[in-house]
């Protein structure tokens, strides 16, 4: 359904993102002035790998799941889009078809910009060039910590730091302790094993392991980090 309004919430997230707000309040007006506001479900389907691409988008509220499928059927999560993200500009700009599947994780609104409206204001906009730069750069900083955390971290080291990066985007202070933070993103123990390339019942072995030493609390609705401290040390591997 659409909706052509942010909320005031929606409209926090976007202007706070570490990106958007390092940019000029004239270029800040004129991509807000020509984004437009899509609510979607749960599930919905938001881009398909393969097809052409025409918008620019910036995630709002909830999460965008971006994934694609293997040859023998496999589903692969690279990665959840969060509030004050944008994506999707790669295919903008370089006019080649969508490199993954996206779809909503949860109710989801993106604020989205059309193609010929992106370049209306990287005419206007000479700032926007370096702005995609340094967008990209720190795209690709955050893709080789990735590549080398896969090819030189143990698995409870990964999960930490996946766990870690979840309490930074998406941490609520529990109501009963204050001290302890809920991850608000709800994914099921094999979601969060795609994420890290391994299998559900390791993953599941691993979060076992950190409630019996009291470092994360598993609920029904979600995981309860019971101590960030701790959490961080498992982060790091001693040599």
């Known amino acids: 359904m659409d909706d052509p309004i942010l909320t005031i919430q929606?409209?926090?997230a976007i202007n706070s993102g570490r990106w958007f707000s390092s940019l000029s309040p004239s270029l800040r007006h004129d991509i807000l002035r020509y984004a437009y506001v899509m609510r979607f479900k749960?599930?919905?389907?938001?881009?398909?790998?393969?097809?052409?691409?025409?918008?620019?988008?910036?995630?709002?509220?909830?999460a965008v799941r971006v994934s694609s499928v293997t040859s023998a059927g496999k589903q692969v999560t690279?990665?959840?889009?969060?509030?004050?993200i944008w994506f999707g500009d790669v295919?903008?700009?370089?006019?080649?078809?969508?490199?993954?599947?996206?779809f909503a994780h949860g109710n989801t609104t993106l604020l989205n910009v059309a193609r010929h409206d992106f370049q209306k204001i990287l005419d206007a906009h000479s700032e926007l060039y370096q702005a995609m730069l340094r967008l990209n750069a720190r795209r690709v900083r955050l893709l080789f910590g990735l590549v080398e955390d896969l090819n030189s971290l143990p698995l409870r080291a990964r999960l930490?730091?996946?766990l870690v990066n979840l309490v930074r985007s998406y941490g609520v202070a529990s109501l009963a302790n204050g001290a302890e933070m809920r991850i608000s993103l709800h994914l099921a123990q094999e979601e969060l094993a795609q994420l890290l390339g391994a299998s559900r019942q390791r993953v599941n072995q691993e979060l076992k392991s950190?409630?019996?030493?009291?470092?994360?609390?598993?609920?029904?609705?979600?995981?309860?980090v019971r101590n960030r401290d701790a959490l961080m040390r498992l982060t790091i591997v001693e040599n």
Do not use: N
């Open 42 to 62: 749960d599930g919905e389907l938001i881009a398909t790998r393969g097809e052409p691409s025409d918008t620019w988008f910036a995630c709002a509220k909830g």
């Open 160 to 162: 930490a730091k996946q």
């Open 10 to 12: 929606e409209r926090e």
């Open 210 to 224: 950190m409630e019996r030493e009291e470092v994360i609390r598993i609920e029904p609705g979600g995981l309860i």
């Open 78 to 84: 690279f990665t959840y889009v969060e509030p004050g």
């Open 91 to 102: 295919a903008i700009i370089d006019g080649d078809r969508c490199t993954h599947d996206a």
